[in-house]
């Protein structure tokens, strides 16, 4: 497959990229760091909402999910605690639906409401739900979300136990919505799961085809990865630095043939893990539901193992300054290791693979 990214492409990341070197997200969270879960600052809120970037995938942006993924991997870069793929997911998603629901979709990129999209459980117990007169019961809990202590609600995508698919808005101060904050070795995300056990009234939730929380749980997949490879590719300019800046035995470690082998291997994996993902987003821009999943599941195989690979050479190669909380590695190498875990583990991905 030929891809490359458009000259607009490159000018949405490197603008992106910019906002995020001038507000920087590590620098705002340090101050705080041993003070509680990430909080999303009010000038990131802000500038998502003003820069449009919540609706980029709606009608009206026109955009795809490779124009996304480019600002997720720059998020992913700057370590942002903003859930950017999940609102823009959202947004999209709630346009999509009845006049009720689609209403949400102008309030999120208005910034008059904060949802993000959730999913059920990839890897583990379902959500159970039940159909009363027009009203839907769910019982259960969600899989972890990022920044849902900033969000006004939640669009919550599952699947029922007769393999019905529907998506329910869920208003954060709803009665019978317990959101659970976790101990994550991310520093630089709050991540919640909802332990739900309420009834959702009729104008709130809504049935839509088969395949559509495939996809959505299929898209989040790929974001987790996708902001891991900017991780990733911020660890590994950092190290190719440092290893040209350190000194041992009266030249630069970088001179070092074992310290070479380290960091081609790094950016080999790096670029490896880019290239399937970009294949991944052009196969979720595509409407091939078996050749999405295929694509998705191996991106996220790969990438997941090859950017926590990279993490742990690049600690390897900074020696001890790699293990001090001052050093910015730290939290780079924790978040791709969350990254890594979440919406489908590698041996998950891999054994959906196995049965493609």
């Known amino acids: 497959m030929d891809f490359a990214l458009s000259a607009e ?29 990430a909080r999303i600052p009010d000038d990131a809120a802000k500038h998502l909402v003003e820069s449009g970037l919540i609706g980029l995938l709606t009608s009206d942006m026109g955009g795809t999910h490779v124009d996304l993924a480019v600002l997720v991997e720059e998020h992913g870069r700057a370590a942002s605690p903003s859930p950017l793929a999940e609102l823009a997911l959202a947004t999209a998603t709630l346009e999509t639906l009845p006049p009720q629901l689609a209403a949400l979709a102008n309030a999120n990129t208005t910034g008059a409401q904060s949802i993000a999209l959730v999913i059920g459980s990839s890897e583990g117990v379902p959500l159970t739900t039940e159909i009363r007169g027009g009203n839907l019961r769910i019982t259960g809990t969600t899989s972890p979300v990022t920044a849902a202590l900033d969000a006004t609600g939640f669009l919550l995508a599952l699947t029922s136990q007769d393999e019905t698919e529907i998506l329910v808005h869920v208003a954060s101060d709803t009665a019978g919505l317990s959101l659970r904050t976790l101990s994550t070795l991310d520093l630089t ?5 909802l332990d739900l ?36 590719q911020r660890l590994v300019d950092q190290t190719v630095e440092y290893a040209g800046q350190r000194t041992q035995f009266g030249q630069p470690i970088g001179g070092f043939q074992a310290v070479k082998h380290h960091c081609a291997n790094m950016t080999l994996q790096t670029e490896a893990a880019r290239s399937s993902l970009w294949a991944a987003a052009v196969a979720l821009d595509g ?12 991106a996220a195989a790969y990438a997941g193992d090859a950017t926590s690979t990279v993490a742990s050479t690049a600690l390897q190669v900074h020696g001890g300054i790699g293990f ?13 290791k969350v990254d890594e875990l979440l919406n489908g583990s590698v041996s998950w991905h891999r054994r959906r693979l196995a049965g493609a």
């Open 9 to 37: 492409q490159e000018d949405l990341a490197a603008g992106e990229r910019a906002w995020l070197a001038k507000h920087d997200p590590i620098a705002a969270r340090r101050p705080d760091i041993d003070s509680g879960p």
């Open 189 to 193: 995300r709050s991540w919640s799961t």
């Open 197 to 232: 056990d309420l009834t959702v009234s009729e104008k709130d939730w809504t049935t839509v085809p088969t395949g559509t929380v495939s996809h959505l749980s299929d898209a989040l997949a790929f974001y987790r990865k996708m902001d891991a490879l900017g991780a990733a």
């Open 287 to 298: 409407n091939q539901p078996a050749q999405r999943a295929v694509a998705v599941s191996a």
């Open 324 to 336: 001090t909380w001052e050093h910015d590695l730290h939290l780079l190498a924790r978040r791709i």
